[in-house]
């Protein structure tokens, strides 16, 4: 009877402890607002194709940065507004067509509306637009292969600004 109790016990502690762990994680949501109207999220010229891989690129960031640097207990909502990529699709190119030219002219930029929470507190929200006018005299961490480098960079100092605790 003693050990039923204790397997009882020991369950209920578990669940509680799983529960407390659960409501102090920090939690991320991602929305895009309207993709197909957006500047330029395609890698190439093949617009429908790519946009989605840009999408899953940008959301699947910001879930890493949310896990590495979000407060626990903390939420942070974020609607894209809007994505125009580094460089530009030049199809007329002929043997071009499917690649990003990245000139200094042609920075990346993201607008976004943000609030970050902890609890139910609001600690901030905004609508800001993210720009990288020196995107390629910076010194960028990602691999140069990484068709989001620059637009990576760009959201790693926005969410140290705005959301990280320090």
Same mark, same amino acid.
Request: charged fraction near 30%; avoid cysteine; charge should be negative.
């Given at each position: 009877m003693r050990s039923k109790l204790f397997v009882a016990a020991a369950l209920i502690a578990a669940s509680n402890a799983n529960a407390d762990l659960k409501s102090t994680q920090? %939690?991320? %949501?991602? &929305?895009?607002?309207?993709? !197909?109207?957006? %500047? *330029?999220? @395609?890698? @190439?010229?093949? !617009?429908?194709?790519? !946009? @989605?891989?840009?999408?899953?690129?940008?959301?699947?960031?910001?879930? &890493?940065?949310?896990?590495?640097?979000?407060?626990?207990? !903390? @939420?942070?909502?974020?609607?894209?507004? *809007?994505?125009?990529?580094?460089?530009?699709?030049?199809?007329?190119?002929?043997? %071009?067509? *499917?690649? &990003?030219?990245? &000139?200094e002219i042609d920075w990346p930029r993201i607008a976004l509306r943000y609030t970050l929470r902890d609890g139910n507190e609001v600690l901030a929200s905004g609508e800001e637009q993210l720009t990288d006018m020196s995107f390629l005299r910076s010194a960028n961490l990602y691999d140069r292969n990484d068709r989001l480098r620059y637009e990576k960079a760009m959201l790693d100092d926005w969410f140290e600004r705005r959301v990280a605790v320090r």
């Open positions: 920090p %939690t991320l %949501t991602v &929305r895009f607002a309207d993709p !197909r109207q957006f %500047t *330029d999220a @395609s890698f @190439s010229y093949d !617009r429908e194709r790519e !946009r @989605s891989a840009v999408l899953r690129g940008i959301e699947q960031h910001l879930q &890493r940065l949310a896990a590495d640097r979000l407060a626990a207990g !903390r @939420s942070l909502e974020i609607e894209v507004l *809007d994505i125009d990529l580094a460089g530009q699709v030049e199809p007329w190119h002929a043997r %071009t067509a *499917d690649v &990003r030219i990245v &000139r």
